[in-house]
């Protein structure tokens, strides 16, 4: 999708949302879980990550995060990858989803320091994916710089996590925003479900 048209759609939603007509909800425990394609990257390689052949094979635990090479993000993805062999274990999936473009998102993903090549991430520039799970993208702010001193210039999904059986029922919700947790807690919380399903 080109930046244009990912700009366009952005800024149609925004407007939608911010005008009235479409405030979103997000979703809750119980609800069907969208299903989506998405461009993604794994260690460093781009490739379309679709959410239903991965139900398929199991629950998956679908992580929005505000942008890669930030704090929490940083810590996030690097718990992730660390616990990925546990996750693996209970049979589930991980993808991380955010507005980062898919450049950033292929340096993100091999970075020994975060994702280390262990699970992918998608990249949701127009924040279309997360309007259907009813959460808002914010403006790009200017001046925003990440850890290696780059300027951050997409809006910031905010900080959820939804863990969905292989049902593609919702099972489970993290917020940052309403729950007030760490991004470690998403992480922990996350591997605490599948286990159990």
Request: net charge negative; glycine share 8%.
């Amino acid at each position: 999708m080109s930046r244009k048209y990912s700009f366009l759609i952005f800024s149609f939603l925004l407007l939608l949302t911010q005008s009235g007509f479409a405030q979103p909800k997000m979703l809750a425990k119980g609800d069907a879980a969208p299903l989506f394609t998405a461009q993604a990257s794994l260690a460093g390689s781009a490739f379309d990550f679709s959410l239903k052949d991965a139900l398929a094979k199991g629950p998956v635990v679908v992580y929005f995060y505000p942008s890669a090479y930030t704090g929490g993000c940083d810590l996030e993805a690097h718990t992730f990858a660390e616990d990925k062999d546990k996750f693996t274990a209970a049979g589930a999936t991980i993808i991380g989803v955010s507005a980062d473009d898919i450049q950033r998102l292929n340096a993100f993903s091999s970075d020994p320091n975060y994702c280390a090549g262990k699970f992918p991430v998608a990249s949701d520039s127009a924040g279309t994916i997360a309007a259907t799970y009813g959460l808002t993208i914010s403006l790009p702010r200017s001046g925003i710089k990440d850890v290696r001193g780059q300027d951050v210039t997409h809006g910031f999904i905010p900080r959820t996590t939804f863990v969905i059986d292989k049902e593609g029922k919702i099972v489970a919700v993290f917020s940052s925003q309403t729950d007030h947790i760490s991004p470690a807690d998403h992480v922990e919380k996350s591997l605490e479900i599948v286990k159990g399903l």
